[in-house]
């Protein structure tokens, strides 16, 4: 579904990504790890066409991506959950969820909209409250349901449990667990190293620009390497 070769991007003189590698197959959840700084966000903008590259190649179900806009890869099936949400605050859900599907025409957006509802049932509770008056996790669940509103070939997942009560990552990951079991193909960038390893198939390390680490995200949840970096453990 998507590969990513030599992927470099830099802002001005500062390179923030050095020339990464890394795919996503089909129907996969892979995780995207590493600390505040790495340059997992800014790989995930370039990815979605929101930054340009300074070099690489980028491949969406084998088409190079080259020279293609947002809104263009958007309706090639490439929908981005960015950091902080990003939801139309002014808006209802039933709008902003509405919004997700603004470039379909076919008869299956009122069964996907009943899809989103099956899957975060608050959504339906809230459907005429503004977006800006949602909870933090309301809201992560409201553009997690955008961007399934697009039906997406590829969802970009930016840091969902940021900010969020202990309880409500709770929910918004079993929404991601649910939504790869259904089949869709997620890439997911989380700070939350325990859970994201837990969640993906495979998974990629990622510090100071570059890939240092990747493998099956079990067998990286063992490591004593990530344990030690990422999960706060003392490793003799």
Known sequence: MLEVRDLR????????????DLEV?????????????AGKTTSLKAIAGLVPRAG?????????????ASHQLARRGLA???EGRGIFGRLTVRENLQMGAYHRSDAGIAGDLDRVFALMPRLAE???QTGGTLSG???????????LMSRPKLLLL????????????QKVFEIVRQAAAEGV???LVEQNAKVALELARWAYVMESGRITLSGEARALLADPRVREAYLGEAVA
Do not use: F, H
């Not at 930016?158 to 990552?169: C, F, N, Q, W």
């Open 9 to 20: 991007v830099a802002y001005g003189g500062i390179v923030a990504v050095k020339g990464i």
């Open 25 to 37: 197959g089909k129907g996969e959840l892979v995780c995207l790890i590493g600390a505040n700084g």
């Open 56 to 68: 690489g190649l980028i491949r969406l179900e084998g088409m190079d991506t080259a020279g293609l």
């Open 80 to 82: 981005l959950v960015p």
């Open 126 to 128: 809230r459907l005429n």
């Open 137 to 147: 996790g309301e809201q992560q669940m409201l553009a997690i349901g955008r961007a």
């Open 158 to 169: 930016d840091e969902p449990s940021m900010g969020l009560a202990p309880a409500m990552v």
């Open 185 to 187: 193909t997620i890439l």
